[in-house]
């Protein structure tokens, strides 16, 4: 038993330094809350609160893959938005069509995204501009399709983001099995430790042979895919997609990344971080709302939060 | 014989050398000069004096901002602040309810907050080692929630008539907001290319190590670098607020990705050391006409953001070829 705890704990915080105060900064967040509102520590709040951070965590899971290639996904918001429309809108009320509509998405957004990938190693610019214009041309796409909400989905869809099984959230625990299934992935399957090598040290990466070209690849369509998934989330919650869906989700989602420990550096960081990451961001603007702190505030503290994390975590790159 | 051949070979390669380079310098001036001439053949309104006017009233605050966020790139850096700014400077314009003696510290308050806010952003950059997109990033968003806090989300009030009319209003057909930018052009391409400061700006970019080993305060110069961008901003701002006439919490949304791709259109490398201004206000000019033509010639509108984003990527892959 212990040994399994000593093992868990190594595998949460290899390559992670910084997720310790990341749970730490969570653990006493919740404190503070429980001792200000009864209401904020119970059961029914707190699983709100899980079953809405969702869709900040699907996208940031495939943000931190970009990231930890050193590069960065900025198209995702209009990519959830231009899915989420073209979920909604093709489904149309037609229970029939879910399933089949719902898998083209996904195989969509993994299409987009590996275009970025593919377009990021054939013209050798910088996946900020690749995905900056991509995310340009998507939200063109998306205005061109629809200037409104598009369609509708069953009444049942929503099942994706309010459903419950045995009481907790099917989204939200879906989500945590992905970012464990992700993470493992990540430490075990070799391909997996490529993606660290090659944020980490791209000439070196290419020295020793490692695909790069397939983790860049594969890390902007997982980013697609993860986008896609989003969408989803979003039409589920909605009940229709909208063309400015996923507006806020570009910057948002690179929020709880960096708070999780990801360097934008490349190379070092983890999803289980970010996961993390998601957690503390939403867990404190749902005790904002508590306090009764009006959300322009909540603008200012988020961006000190960022401002504080990526003070700490460069001096711990500097130490190793 | 032979020899004649080898010299005859030697000045075509001498001329395809030369067109190589006369391309790379003056590609982008030239891609501008097509544009423009491809544009008044398809819709002859386009070179009408009214639109032409009306085009250079539109490019003037991107203008602005392309001149600072081109010293912060040329620094390797990136300034996502500069829209925040230009909003909260156009809030700022609307605080005192439009009274013609307010000008004055209107400039003032809005400058102090520009320069400010860049003081942080190259304070976080040099001193924390924050990556120039996070720094910027949050106090991009920093800003926005003390503007949301002020404004109560809803601002509003007058912006005084001088801001109405440097913004918005013409002088023959000669915006006034273009003389402002011509101006600031002037005097920052004087500072990066005649002075001290501007060689060393170039070397801080170009190689921080050797900037570090010849003993040049590295951070000092990246920090003003910000400081210039952030008061370029606020006074993009002010020049914006008169162009639109009302305010909301959003005038210049969109100017931070844009006065990026300006630059990086016009040839300034992200990697740092290399462009000019010149080159970034080609760069503005670019996206401007692309953005006129496209209406002008019937598309629609979406095709604005479609065209925009191609041109971007296109523009700096051009680049990468020539660095390589």
Known sequence: MTALAYRSYNFLTKRQSGLLVVIGLLVLLFLFGAFISDRFSSASNLLNVFEQSTGLALVSLGQTMTVLTAGIDLSVGSMISLLSVLL???IDGEASRVLPVCLGILVLGAAIGSLNGLTV???KVHPLIVTLGMGALLQGVTLLYTLGPAGSVPFEFDFVAYGRVAGLPVGAVFTIVLFILVALFLRYVPFGRFIYAVGDDETGARLMGLPRRRVLVFVYAFSGFCCALTAIYLVGRFGVGNVYTGQNYTL???????????LLTGGRGGVIGTLFGVYLISLLNNLLNFMDISTHYQLIIQGLIIILAVSVYVEKKRAV | MQ???????STVNEKSRVLKQIGARYGIHLALVALILVSGIVSPAFLSGNNISNMLLQAAPLGIVVIGQAFVILVRGLDLSVASIMATAAVVAT?????????????LIALAIGLGTGLVNGLLVT???????????ATMIVLQGFRFAYTQGAPSGNVPHFFRIIGAETFYGLPYNVVILA????????VLHKSAFGRQVYITGGNPRVARLVGMNADRVTMICYVISGGLAAIAGLVLSGFVGIVDNWVGRGFELDSIVAAVMGGIALSGGRGSILGGLVGAAILIVVFNAVLLFGMPVQFQIIIKGIVIVIAAAFYVKRGA
């Open chain 1, 88 to 90: 909604s809108g093709t």
């Open chain 1, 121 to 123: 190693i054939w013209l």
């Open chain 1, 252 to 262: 948002a989602s690179i929020t709880p990344v960096v708070v999780g420990g990801t």
């Open chain 2, 3 to 9: 020899q004649a051949v080898n010299a005859d070979m």
């Open chain 2, 95 to 107: 605080a005192f309810n439009g009274q013609p003696g307010d000008v004055v510290p209107i400039i």
């Open chain 2, 127 to 137: 001193k924390r080692d924050v990556s120039p997109f996070l720094a910027t990033l």
């Open chain 2, 183 to 190: 101006v600031l052009a002037a005097v920052f391409s004087i």
